[in-house]
């Protein structure tokens, strides 16, 4: 197995400062680091900030 990105994401929604918790949620997942890198080493940033993104999205889906 190729080493890895392993990437947690914590959502917290509250208002009144804080004061009152609305939602919470978290999200992890990994990818090797073959899926963000080409043969030759160069990093698809856009791959990279899509998976980022859709996690991100997922943990804020789930405490909508």
């Given at each position: 197995m190729p080493p890895q990105y392993?990437?947690?994401?914590?959502?917290v929604r509250s208002s009144?400062?804080?004061?009152?918790?609305?939602g919470k949620a978290l999200a992890n997942d990994a990818r090797g680091y073959n899926a963000f890198f080409d043969g030759t080493?160069?990093?698809?940033?856009?791959r990279f900030e899509t998976w980022v993104g859709e996690l991100?999205?997922?943990v804020m889906e789930s405490t909508a």
């Open positions: 392993s990437l947690s994401v914590t959502y009144n400062g804080g004061k009152s918790l609305l080493g160069v990093m698809d940033q856009d991100v999205g997922r």
